[in-house]
C-alpha cells in the first residue's frame, strides 16, 4: 500500500509556506532591526560567552514557542474549515486515506513547521547575540568573545532540544486531536466547550466530589510537556556553570525524558489522542 504522507506534507508546505516562514523570520528580524534603537539593561557581561550562549539558546526558544503556538491557534480551525470552504471535497479526492491527510496536517503544523522555526532562531541567534553584548558592552567586547566556544557548547543543548521536540509532539497530541475533533464536528463552539465544559468538570469534581484524579492528570501532563526539550532546567545551570560534558549531560537528559514515556501516564493520554484523531478521521471520511 502506498504511503501518501510525503506529497501531503508537501501540499501543506505549498499552501501555508507563507505563514510558516513569516512566523520563523519576523521575530528575529525584527528584534534585530529595533536593537539599535532600544536599550538592554540589566544584562551581566561578567561572563560574555555564557551570556551569548544563554541569548543564542532563547533566540531558539522563542521563536520554536512563537512557531508552535500559530500552530496551536490553527489546527482546530484547520479542521472545521473542512465543510465551510468545501476543502473537504479536495481532500476526499486525494489518493491518500483520510487517516494520511489528517497525520500529514499535524505533522506539518505540530512539529515540522516549528522544528524549522527552531532552526531559524538557532541561525538568527549568533548575531542577535553578538548585537546584544555590542549594545551592551561595545563592539569590542562582542569581538573579543570565543564565538566558536560559545557555539560548540550550544550544539548539543540545541541538538538535544530538537529531538525533544519529538516528545513534546507526543505529549501535545491528545490536546492537538481533542480540539481538533471538537472543532470539526461541533464547530466554532467545539473548542469553548471543551475548554470552558473541562474547566467546569475538573473544578466540580474536586470541589464538590474531591476527586482529584483529572486535575492531578492534567497537571502531570502540564509537568511532562515541560520536560520535554529540557527535563532537569536546574541541572543546565549547574552543567554551565561546571566542567560537565554537556554531550554526556544532554544525553542523560533526553534519555529522563524518553523515560517518562513508559509509564501508564502516558498510555492514558495516547487513548485520548487516538480516540480524538479517529473522531477527526470519521468526519471527514464523511464528508459532511
Same mark, same amino acid.
Given at each position: 500500500m502506498n504511503n501518501h504522507i510525503p506529497t501531503l506534507l508537501l501540499r501543506e508546505w505549498m499552501q501555508h509556506k507563507r505563514g510558516w516562514l513569516i512566523a520563523a523570520f519576523a521575530p528575529p528580524i525584527l528584534f534585530l532591526a529595533m536593537l539599535p534603537f532600544g536599550h538592554v539593561q540589566g544584562l551581566p557581561v561578567e561572563h560574555p560567552e555564557l551570556i551569548g550562549l544563554a541569548i543564542l539558546l532563547l533566540s531558539t526558544c522563542a521563536v520554536y514557542a512563537i512557531c508552535l503556538l500559530v500552530a496551536l491557534f490553527q489546527l482546530p480551525g484547520l479542521a472545521r474549515r473542512d465543510a465551510q470552504d468545501r476543502s473537504i471535497e479536495f481532500w476526499l479526492s486525494l489518493p491518500g486515506r483520510p487517516s494520511e491527510s489528517v497525520a500529514s496536517t499535524v505533522l506539518a503544523h505540530a512539529w515540522l513547521a516549528p522544528l524549522g522555526g527552531a532552526v531559524v532562531g538557532a541561525l538568527f541567534g549568533l548575531p542577535i547575540a553578538m548585537s546584544v553584548l555590542g549594545s551592551k558592552a561595545g563592539l569590542g567586547a562582542a569581538m573579543s568573545v570565543n564565538w566558536g566556544e560559545v557555539v560548540s557548547a550550544a550544539l548539543p543543548l540545541l541538538l538535544r532540544g530538537l529531538v525533544g521536540?519529538?516528545?513534546?509532539?507526543?505529549?501535545? $497530541?491528545?490536546?492537538?486531536?481533542? #480540539?481538533? %475533533?471538537?472543532?470539526?464536528? #461541533?464547530? &466554532?463552539?467545539? =473548542?469553548?466547550?471543551?475548554?470552558?465544559?473541562?474547566?467546569?468538570?475538573?473544578? =466540580?469534581?474536586?470541589?464538590?466530589?474531591s476527586i482529584d484524579w483529572p486535575l492531578? $492528570?492534567?497537571?502531570?501532563?502540564?509537568? &511532562?510537556?515541560?520536560?520535554?526539550?529540557?527535563?532537569?532546567?536546574?541541572? #543546565?545551570?549547574? %552543567?554551565?556553570?561546571?566542567?560537565?560534558n554537556l554531550w554526556t549531560w544532554s544525553l542523560q537528559d533526553l534519555s529522563h525524558t524518553l523515560a517518562d514515556l513508559a509509564s501508564l501516564q502516558f498510555l492514558g493520554w495516547v487513548a485520548v489522542a487516538a480516540a480524538g484523531f479517529a473522531l =477527526?478521521?470519521?468526519? &471527514? $471520511? &464523511?464528508? $459532511?
Open positions: 521536540t519529538v516528545p513534546l509532539m507526543l505529549w501535545l $497530541a491528545p490536546m492537538i486531536f481533542v #480540539l481538533m %475533533a471538537a472543532s470539526a464536528w #461541533l464547530k &466554532r463552539l467545539g =473548542v469553548p466547550l471543551v475548554f470552558v465544559g473541562g474547566f467546569v468538570v475538573t473544578l =466540580v469534581l474536586h470541589k464538590v466530589y492531578q $492528570a492534567l497537571s502531570d501532563w502540564n509537568e &511532562r510537556l515541560g520536560h520535554s526539550m529540557i527535563n532537569d532546567a536546574e541541572g #543546565l545551570k549547574s %552543567a554551565l556553570m561546571s566542567d560537565v =477527526v478521521v470519521m468526519k &471527514r $471520511a &464523511r464528508g $459532511a
